[in-house]
């Protein structure tokens, strides 16, 4: 990844999500300013009146760096995938790809594979649905996800509210990052859960052996190290990971 991964993870967040007080905590960092993220709030406001993209799509004329575009890409998927009024697959599918062209961080790229697979879903093209599932799952075979789902534990060491000491600061980033960790492990687990029930769900009927999934895992990524984790996983009971 790129060093600047965690500010586009950041930037796509907060933006494919639409939620207002991320955006806003947000403003200011390089390469997308505050008039970009009110900009994109109000055109998500338009949406939802017109029942139209178009507002969305009118900012990548005006937005063009690649941080902003990636966004864009992410955010205009998700209201043809999922927006009341303007559902339409085929579209979403077109703007994943442009996104998925992007360098992203693991998060955001398991996620919009999740969603372009329901899009392909929705078009009846399995066999793609099948693929970005499994890409999916290939991702997330890279982690050890075998001990449960992580509890957040408090910070062992006083943290203090606005103060200026440096050393509190440096316990605050302490603990930020350990709750990313605990936040990212989670995600994997759900997303992992998420993945394998689609993919119980699109692959062909009377091809239950590992042999077909295999053979595509093969056309996706040239490590069949991971080949097994993913049988396994597939002929194992799926249980819910969060309590």
């Not at 300013?33 to 338009?46: N, T």
């Not at 969305?56 to 209201?79: H, P």
């Not at 999922?82 to 790229?109: C, D, I, K, M, W």
């Amino acid at each position: 990844m790129k060093t600047n991964s965690t500010l586009l993870l950041t930037v796509l967040l907060a933006i494919a999500f639409r939620i207002s007080p991320a955006i806003a905590q947000f403003q200011g960092l390089p390469g997308c300013s505050q008039e970009f993220y009110r900009d994109v709030m109000a055109a998500e406001k338009l949406v939802n009146q017109t029942k139209s993209v178009e507002p969305m799509i009118a900012l990548q004329k005006r937005y063009t760096n690649a941080t902003e575009q990636a966004s864009l890409e992410v955010s205009i998927g998700l209201d043809y995938n999922q927006r009341t009024g303007v559902v339409n697959p085929s579209n979403a599918v077109v703007h994943f790809a442009a996104a998925l062209r992007n360098n992203l961080p693991e998060q955001t790229y398991i996620e919009i594979l999740m969603w372009r697979g329901g899009s392909f879903e929705q078009l009846k093209r399995t066999n793609e649905a099948l693929k970005d599932y499994l890409r999916g799952l290939l991702a997330c075979s890279y982690y050890d996800l075998s001990g449960g789902w992580p509890e957040i534990q408090n910070s062992k060491v006083p943290i203090y509210t606005n103060s200026p000491d440096p050393q509190n600061s440096e316990r605050l980033r302490d603990y930020n990052t350990y709750r990313k960790s605990i936040d990212f492990q989670r995600f994997l687990l759900m997303q992992r859960y998420f993945l394998i029930e689609a993919v119980k769900r699109v692959r062909p009927e009377g091809s239950k052996s590992d042999g077909l999934i295999v053979e595509i895992l093969g056309t996706l990524s040239p490590d069949s190290s991971r080949f097994g984790t993913i049988t396994d996983w597939l002929k194992s009971e799926n249980r819910r990971p969060w309590p």
